[in-house]
C-alpha cells in the first residue's frame, strides 16, 4: 500500500454537501491516508469564509465591541454540517474552550486558526480517522520564520503512530507555544510538509480548479489544460503572473521530490495538473503555458565602450537598491543595458530614478519606454526545437503587434516579450494560436 496525502481547500470543504463529495474522493482510494483540511469557504456568492468571521471577531475584541453573535454564526456553520452529516462529535465542547481563549484577548492567528482546527475534528471523526492537531508539529522561531528540518522530524515521529489522519492547515506554534500562522497559502503549504514527512507517493491538492490551463481563460477562450509540468516551468509561469500554487507550498515537496497533483473535487474524475521534477516529456508539446502582466517601465541606456567599463551593472543595480526597487529582466548588449521594472514598484520615482541614472552613470543616452506588458511563453520543448523564436515573432508581427523587447533566459525554456499595454491580449491570443489552436 502507498501513501497519498490530500490537502482540501475552502471550497472543498464548505458545507455538509461538498464535505460528501470530500469523503467519497478519500474512500476511493486506499492509499489517501493522511488529509489536510482548511476551514470551511464559502458556499455561494456573497457568503462568509469561516476564517473571515473569526478575524472579523478579532477585530471586535481590539474594539471593545460584542462578538458573541458573531462567534455563534461560526459555531452555528459547524453545527449544521454535524447535524446534516449524523456526526458524533462534542463541538460544544471545543466551543467552550475557544470562547474562554478569547476572553483573554488572543493573537490574531489563534483566533484565524480556530477554522482549520475545528473542520479538522468535525472531519476526522466524519471520516473515522484520527485527529492529529499540527500546533506542536509545525514549527516555526519566534520571529515566525518556518523551522522546516525540525518540523519534518516532529510530523514524521507524530504521524509514525497514525495509519491514517486530519490534520488542520494553516497553523503550527512557536517555541513558547503560540499559534503562529503561515502569511499565505497556509494549508496548501502544511500539506506539502507533511507529504515530505511520510515519504507520500503523490500530495494531491483538491481545489475547485482542474488543474492549471495553458492561458488565462479571460483571454484565451477555453484555453487547454495543463497535464504535467515541472517544477521550473511553473515557478516561471507563476513569476509571470499565472495564478498557481504559492512558491512556498511547492518547497516541501519539491524537496522531497514528491509530484503534486492538482484535483477538482467537483469533477473527481478529471486527472488534473501533475507537477514533477521532470516536464511533459511529449515531443508533440513545444510549450507547456503563457503568462503576463501588465504595467512596466523599460529604461534603456547607451554608452560607448560600456563592455570594457567595470562596475557598470553594478552600479544600476545599487541606485534600485537604494530606492528598494526590484528589476524584473536586465537584458543587455555590448554597449547597451535595459532596466525592467514594475510600475508597483517604481511608486511615482521615474524621474529620481533617471537622474541617479544620468548623475551616477554618465550614459550618452537614455530612452525610457513606459505602458509596457511582459508576456513569457514556457516550455522544456523549446530549447530543443528548432524555428520556435521565429514561429513566435511571426505570430506577433501577423497580428500586427510591435514587439519592444525581447529576453531569453539562459535555460533556454522561456521567451519573454515586451508589447505595449494596448496589445497584451491579442498577443498572448496571438502566440496560444499559433503553438497550440
Known amino acids: ?127 473515522e480517522y484520527d485527529f492529529v492537531d499540527t500546533a506542536d508539529l509545525i514549527r516555526f522561531d519566534s520571529k515566525g520564520k518556518l523551522l522546516m528540518e525540525e518540523t519534518d522530524e516532529a510530523l514524521r515521529a507524530e504521524l509514525s503512530k497514525h495509519e491514517r489522519a486530519v490534520l488542520p492547515g494553516f497553523y503550527g506554534s512557536t517555541p513558547d507555544g503560540q499559534i503562529r500562522t503561515f502569511s499565505r497559502g497556509g494549508s496548501d503549504i502544511t500539506g506539502s510538509l507533511v507529504a515530505r514527512a511520510v515519504g507520500a507517493d503523490v500530495y494531491e491538492n483538491w481545489t475547485d480548479v482542474s488543474g492549471f490551463l495553458m492561458a488565462d481563460p479571460r483571454i484565451v477562450k477555453n484555453p487547454k489544460q495543463i497535464q504535467k509540468i515541472s517544477y521550473k516551468e511553473l515557478r516561471e509561469l507563476s513569476y509571470m503572473g499565472a495564478s498557481v500554487l504559492h512558491e512556498d507550498a511547492i518547497y516541501p515537496a519539491r524537496m522531497a521530490n514528491v509530484p503534486i497533483n ?84 517604481i511608486n511615482g520615482r521615474l524621474d529620481e530614478v533617471l537622474e541617479e541614472f544620468q548623475s551616477r552613470l554618465r550614459p550618452d543616452s537614455i530612452d525610457v519606454i513606459e505602458d509596457i506588458s511582459l508576456i513569457a511563453t514556457v516550455g522544456h520543448g523549446m530549447s530543443s526545437r528548432p524555428g520556435v523564436s521565429a514561429k513566435l515573432f511571426t505570430a506577433l508581427a501577423d497580428a500586427g503587434i510591435n514587439i519592444r523587447m525581447i529576453d531569453q533566459g539562459s535555460s533556454e525554456m522561456n521567451i519573454i516579450v515586451g508589447v505595449e499595454n494596448k496589445d497584451f491580449e491579442k498577443a498572448i491570443r496571438a502566440i496560444y494560436d499559433a503553438f497550440v489552436e
Do not use: W
Open 1 to 127: 500500500m502507498g501513501i497519498k496525502v490530500a490537502k482540501f481547500g475552502g471550497s472543498s470543504v464548505a458545507d455538509g454537501i461538498q464535505l460528501t463529495k470530500t469523503k467519497a474522493i478519500i474512500q476511493q482510494d486506499p492509499d489517501r491516508r493522511y488529509i489536510v483540511v482548511s476551514a470551511p469557504g464559502k458556499r455561494y456568492d456573497g457568503d462568509n469564509k469561516i476564517t473571515d468571521l473569526l478575524y472579523l471577531c478579532k477585530t471586535h475584541i481590539e474594539h471593545n465591541l460584542p462578538y458573541d453573535q458573531l462567534f455563534q454564526v461560526v459555531a452555528d456553520r459547524y453545527m449544521a454540517v454535524q447535524l446534516n452529516l449524523g456526526v458524533k462529535v462534542d463541538l460544544l465542547k471545543y466551543f467552550d474552550e475557544i470562547k474562554e481563549n478569547l476572553k483573554n484577548n488572543p493573537s490574531s492567528d489563534y483566533i484565524a486558526s480556530r477554522g482549520e482546527y475545528l473542520n479538522a475534528i468535525l472531519i476526522a471523526a466524519f471520516l
Open 262 to 345: 492538482i484535483r477538482n473535487t467537483n469533477i473527481p474524475e478529471d486527472p488534473g495538473t501533475l507537477i514533477t521534477a521532470e516536464g511533459d516529456g511529449d515531443e508533440k508539446h513545444i510549450i507547456t503555458g503563457i503568462a503576463g502582466s501588465k504595467d512596466f517601465t523599460v529604461v534603456a541606456l547607451y554608452k560607448n565602450m560600456m563592455s570594457s567599463e567595470r562596475g557598470f551593472v553594478r552600479r544600476i543595480l545599487g541606485i534600485l537598491d537604494d530606492y528598494d526597487i526590484n528589476f524584473e529582466h536586465l537584458p543587455s548588449g555590448i554597449d547597451t543595458v535595459s532596466v525592467v521594472m514594475a510600475d508597483s514598484s
